[in-house]
């Protein structure tokens, strides 16, 4: 199957500081998400990105689908951004909306 | 609009007693998924359903886990008898559909039923 691997596994931020969270997959995709795992255990979807970039607020999600690899930035992080991201991708032949998670980023930003 | 509603949220249970979880999604969502996150790991998929149809329950253990969307609508996850691997949180999620559009796929998850096996 798919293997989507996710880097750095932790990270530790200054309120204030920006970071760069990657996914890496071994196929080719026609569905990308980034969540944001809560410290309470909710799932937020953040970015619904395939392919190209988009841009929320702080957050910005670029998605290259040919060389196999979506970005996640944060700026300016605060300490609600802590919590697990998770990348989750659907092979191109799938087609039926089974996302297949990463491992995760546990991110902490520190006041 | 309301979003995915899970009950319980927590539950302790005995090894070999079992368990259920119910779901709601969000109106007008055909499809829903059963995600099981075990700690410290990112959350594997159980079963979906499109509508009442099972679309895929490959990695479903079926000697043990049961699941029904009998409507269409709200769907029951059950476990019997239960192991100590089972101790994990059991989230729920629904999407507008599949091919519908290609933005239909996106997830909406419930906030999770916590499962401790003693």
């Known amino acids: 199957g798919i293997q989507v691997e996710q880097s750095p596994p932790d990270l530790i931020l200054q309120e204030g500081a920006n970071s760069t969270l990657r996914c890496n997959f071994s196929?080719?995709?026609?569905?990308l998400q980034w969540f944001h795992q809560n410290p309470w255990g909710q799932l937020i979807n953040l970015f619904y990105?395939?392919?190209g970039t988009k841009q929320n607020g702080r957050l910005s999600a670029t998605t290259v689908a040919t060389e196999r690899y979506s970005l996640l930035y944060i700026s300016s992080s605060q300490t609600t951004d802590s919590g697990v991201y998770f990348c989750?991708?659907?092979?191109?032949?799938?087609?039926?909306?089974?996302?297949?998670f990463g491992q995760g980023t546990t991110l902490q930003v520190k006041p | 609009e309301a979003g995915v509603a899970q009950s319980p949220r927590y539950k302790i249970i005995e090894k070999r007693q079992s368990v259920a979880f119910w779901c709601n999604p969000i109106?007008?969502?055909?499809?829903l998924y059963w995600y099981q996150q075990i700690l410290g790991q990112g959350p594997k998929l159980l079963i979906q359903f499109q509508n009442n149809g099972v679309v895929d329950d490959s990695q479903l253990p079926k000697d043990r886990f049961s699941a029904e969307r009998l409507k269409g609508v709200d769907s029951t996850l059950k476990i019997q008898p239960a192991k100590l691997e089972d101790s994990a949180v059991y989230l729920c999620a629904s999407s507008l559909g599949m091919g519908v559009y290609s933005g239909a796929n996106v997830l909406t998850f419930g906030a999770g039923s916590r499962l401790t096996v003693l």
């Open positions: 196929d080719s995709v026609n569905n």
């Open positions: 989750a991708v659907e092979r191109e032949s799938s087609n039926t909306g089974k996302l297949i």
């Open positions: 109106s007008g969502h055909a499809t």
């Open positions: 990105i395939p392919s």
